[in-house]
Every structure is written in C-alpha cells, then in structure tokens.
C-alpha cells in the first residue's frame, strides 16, 4: 500500500495525476456523501464469472458489491465535475497515459476500448467505497488504488497465463505445485481459471440447486500452466502485422505429462482444452479468457489419479524420459505407450484390459534374445518377468508375474473370442483369489507401467 507521505517522496510515478485524481475523488465522494446518503451493498447475479463459494462450490453472482447509483454507471459521469479537466490535462500532457485511455488498448492480437472516465470509476472509486464501507475519502484506501491503476496503465507489458486443465486429478496434501522444464508448473487453477475452464466446458460440472450455481470437483481443478507476456500497445502503435500466439502451444507437453502421470500413478488423468487468460490480480489489458475448443477426452471419474509426494521426482523423470529422441523415434514404444494412455481411460474392464494386452504384445513379442517361433503368450511372460524381476516397486516374484500375466491373456482371448471372461478364477497379482474383474485388470495395468518405465530408461541409455 503507497500511503501519502510515500507519494511525497516521489514513489508514485506520476504524482501530478496522483494529486488530481485525488481530488477528482474527493469531489466525487462528498457528491455521492450529500446526494445518497450511505452505499448499499447487495449479492448481484454475474454472468460473466463463476466465483469460487467453496471447495468444490461456485456461484455465478457477486457478493456485497456495491450497488452504484444510475448515475454513476454512465461513462460520462466524471464529466460532470469540475476536477475532472485537471485530469484530462494532465493525461494528455503524459505522452504514455494519453495512448494508454479513451482509445483501443491491449497487446497487438486483443484490443478493446479503454475510457477513462469508467476506468477511473471502476478501479479508483469502488475499490474505495467497499474499502470504506462509506463516501468518505480515505487516504490509504486511495493510495492503494490509485498505485494500482498507476501500475497498469504505466505497464509495459501484459501477462498472460496459457493454462491446459486436468480432468480425474489431485495430489496429495503437501503438493502445492510441480515445476517442469520451458517455464511449465502444474498447479491448482486460480478462481478465474476454474471459472474459464467451467464456460469453455473443460471442467465437468454438476448443477447444485440452480443454474446458478455449479459443483466442480476437486479432481478437476489442477492444470499445466505457462506464463507469458506480451508488450502493451494501443491502437496508435500498433504493428501494421500483428501476429498472435500458437493456440496449441501447450498441447504436447500436456499431453506428455498425461502419459508420465499414468506410468507412475496410473488412473485416467486427461489433460482437456487449451485456455489463456490474465492473471486474476492483474490490471486489465484487453485480455479476456479464450479457448481452443478441441475435442474433449474421455477419463474415469471411479479411477482419479493422484499424485503422491513421493512420486513427484519420478513423474519429472517420465516425463523427460517421454521427450528423448531414442523415446519419440521408437515405434514399438510409441505404439506401446498410446495404448497404456487409451486403457487408462476407459470405464469398461474387458475394453481396458485388450487395450492392455496389445500394449504387452508390442512390447514383448519382439524382445531380442527370444526365440522366433514361442507362443505370443510365453513371450510376454518371459520378457516381463526377466524385465521385472528385481523391480523395487513392485516387489512381486516372477512366478506371479507369469500368473498374472497368463490369466490377462486367456481373459482377453475370451473377450476377443465371444467367450465369457468371469468363467476364468480370477486372482490378484498378490496370488488372492478375487470376483473382481477391475482389480485383476488394475493390476496387469501397474506391471506394464512399470514395464515401460525401464524400457524407457533403456531406450535413452543405448
């Protein structure tokens, strides 16, 4: 907050315009103060924004906002005071504030018109009548507004958050972000985040008692982020070729972080819509929240993924993994990992689970050093099990493995073939019997996983 005495000694930047628009409020307060009496305060409907309510809760209405009177919503209402010429002479004396209002501002590929007798309304005089709770002037709560617009319309450059959210994720307590190479973090979204990925349908919502007001879940409220700016121009600098930024910038390496998110955690994780947006807290530049409307996958709401402290460093390691050339150029791997990442998303056992065999077979069947002519089946087991048979994560003998891995294999057979699956005793990889379908499949689903870590890891080493 820049309280008076810090204006005195020069911290504002334009304290001739710190003086005027002081008293251009003054006036302003004592006017709405003698005609008005005290401000009222009500919860407005807001069809712009969905504001956060809760954990999982948002409303699309503004609460204790104050209630302007008709008079004020008109952009020339300034202009009915006398103060409010010494402000104008003073922009207008400023060679950047006077390209910087009552024209068309932003960055070269998103203009909008800037007037600046609104703006002076809506970031100077509202923010001091909910600070105040009155139509007093009060210095700090000016100070602190007025160093704000200051800010941004002095700005250089605008930011821009280019955001990809997560579908059927969280982690655990304790992770509050994930850095990753090229300036990525996965993190939880902003309120105003949640709010664009809900209007570009890219958050799952459920109504809750309205229209409204929308329940999104917390596995739906993380994603891959990047921040980046651009310079500020108005219509009077404006590039005669503007260019605008790669919509699909954010594509692969969300969908990068996808597959390292499967391998190492498993579940369904999606990664849905590329959205920019302004960060919440920054001074409004042209910038509205857009999307690329892509086509939207599929996840498993029953199978969130979620992401352990202990597993952050190896989900850094998939994922770098996952850029290697010997990793990109690798059909075999490719091939393999595509269909992990399509298993991982469907809600159907049986359809998992061929998914899943196919995965093994192309990893498998043609592993150097076995012979050409084993069964397919002999195959895949003996390359996972000769592949995993010190594994520390697993932790599993290699006669487990192979009875795991052999009844996936009758079970997809019987599938594939028209039979009946749930004729076959079903067993865990822990050697328990189970009438569960879903478990025996999850369990395959974390041998191949781990299977594919280090042929990864073998992959970059040769």
Request: glycine share 6%; net charge negative; charged share 25%.
């Amino acid at each position: 907050m820049m309280a008076a005495d810090d204006v005195a000694r020069g911290r504002a930047r334009r304290p001739e315009l710190h003086a005027v628009v002081g008293q251009l409020m003054a006036a302003v307060l004592g006017d709405l103060a003698a005609g008005d009496g005290m401000p009222v305060f009500a919860t407005v409907p807001d069809f712009g924004e969905w504001h956060r309510h809760g954990q999982e809760s948002f409303v699309a209405i503004r609460r204790d906002a104050w209630q302007m009177p008709a008079r004020v919503t008109d952009y020339r209402f300034l202009d009915d005071f006398a103060e409010m010429e010494a402000v104008r002479a003073v922009v207008a004396a400023d060679e950047v504030l006077r390209e910087r209002v009552d024209c068309l501002v932003g960055v070269e590929f998103a203009l909008t018109p800037r007037q600046l007798g609104w703006t002076l309304v809506q970031h100077v005089l509202e923010p001091m009548v909910a600070a105040a709770r009155g139509y007093s002037f009060d210095q700090d709560a000016f100070d602190a507004a007025y160093s704000r617009l200051e800010e941004g319309l002095l700005a250089t450059r605008a930011r821009l958050v280019e955001v990809v959210p997560l579908n059927a994720f969280t982690p655990t307590a304790g992770i509050e972000a994930v850095t990753l190479p090229d300036g990525l973090v996965l993190q939880a979204m902003s309120d105003r985040q949640v709010s664009a990925a809900i209007g570009y349908l890219a958050a799952p919502i459920a109504f809750a008692g309205g229209p409204n007001s929308v329940t999104v879940s917390r596995f739906h409220q993380w994603a891959l982020t990047r921040c980046t700016s651009y310079p500020v121009c108005s219509a009077m600098d404006v590039p005669a070729q503007p260019t605008t930024p790669d919509s699909g910038a954010l594509v692969e390496p969300a969908s990068r972080l996808v597959a390292a998110l499967r391998l190492v955690c498993g579940g369904s994780v999606t990664a849905t819509r590329a959205i920019r947006c302004p960060p919440d807290d920054d001074f409004p530049q042209g910038l509205g929240p857009t999307a690329s409307l892509s086509a939207l996958p599929t996840f498993d709401e029953k199978r969130p993924t979620i992401l352990g402290q202990e597993q952050v460093e190896a989900v850094r390691e998939a994922y770098a993994l996952l850029a290697h050339p010997a990793v990109r150029e690798n059909r075999g791997l490719q091939t393999a990992l595509r269909r992990l990442v399509l298993a991982g998303a469907d809600r159907v056992p049986t359809d998992r689970l061929i998914d899943l065999i196919i995965c093994a077979e192309v990893l498998f069947i043609k592993l150097p050093g076995l012979p050409a002519d084993r069964w397919k089946q002999d195959k895949i087991v003996d390359g996972a099990t000769t592949l995993l048979a010190d594994d520390p994560v697993l932790q599993t003998p290699p006669e487990r493995l192979e009875a795991l891995l052999r009844l996936g294999y009758r079970l997809r057979n019987d599938e594939m073939h028209g039979d009946d699956p749930s004729r076959q005793e079903l067993r865990a990889l822990t050697g328990q019997p189970t009438n569960d379908l879903s478990a025996v499949v999850d369990d395959i689903e974390r041998v191949l996983r781990r299977a594919l870590v280090r042929l990864l890891s073998r992959a970059v080493e040769q």
